[in-house]
DNA sequence: TCATTAACACGGG
DNA sequence: CCCGTGTTAATGA
């Protein structure tokens, strides 16, 4: 596990916190579609990000999910850094959107580590202030970006964090995401098709323009 | 005006 | 057949 530790964290953090790292995180493996965090629990660890993705959400009372932004390869989540602090139970729900490789560190090394590294706390300020403006991007998209223009971003987003310009998903599965209806996913989705920025098919889009 | 809901037909796997 | 998709008509905000 130090390899990939390495690999995405090497330049980040000093040799000794890396060493603690590897002592004390948990290497952990989620396929597509795992639950890591529901909605009001609590957090006992928080995630280092090796690789793939995961999707965070929202969810109202009844049930409505939207989406709020994707966590990569070097993200470790904002909610859990908020929860530590306020031991308060998560707001967030949070899905692997691939196979996702992680390691989870205890919740009590935080603060201890927030005053022992210098690279620690450099880490954490730097990833709330980077959850922060794609909560801010996720505002303005819901405030004052059309559906249509929700939607292209969205594809793109997704298609960003999987590497992949040809995305496996339903309309349903997006209007879910956007927090609309199929019927809307279906026609919006065909008049971006007619306008040359994605190609339809069946439980696929290819997202065109990057 | 535009989103949502329900309903229906089409067609690919 | 089942499910994803494309469309329409009625209703509501």
Known sequence: MIDELKLNYGHLFEDALMQEVN????FKEVPKGFTLIEIGSYIKSMPLLLSG???????DDNGDELILYFLERG???????SCCIGQTKSKIRAIAETDTKLIMIPVQKMSEWM????????FI?????????????A??????????ERILKYLKD????????????THQDIAYDLHTSRVVVSRLLKTLEIDKKIELHRISIKVLEL
Do not use: P
């Not at 993705?53 to 969810?59: G, P």
């Open 23 to 26: 002592n004390v995180g948990v």
């Open 53 to 59: 993705a995961i999707k965070i959400l929202r969810e």
């Open 75 to 81: 993200d470790t989540c904002a909610m859990t850094l």
């Open 115 to 122: 005053s022992k590294y210098k690279s620690w706390q450099n």
């Open 125 to 137: 300020l730097q990833s709330y202030h980077s959850r922060m403006m794609e909560l801010l991007e």
């Open 139 to 148: 505002i303005d998209a819901i405030a004052f970006l059309k559906m249509d």
């Open 158 to 169: 997704k298609a960003m964090v999987i590497g992949n310009d040809v995305i496996n998903v």
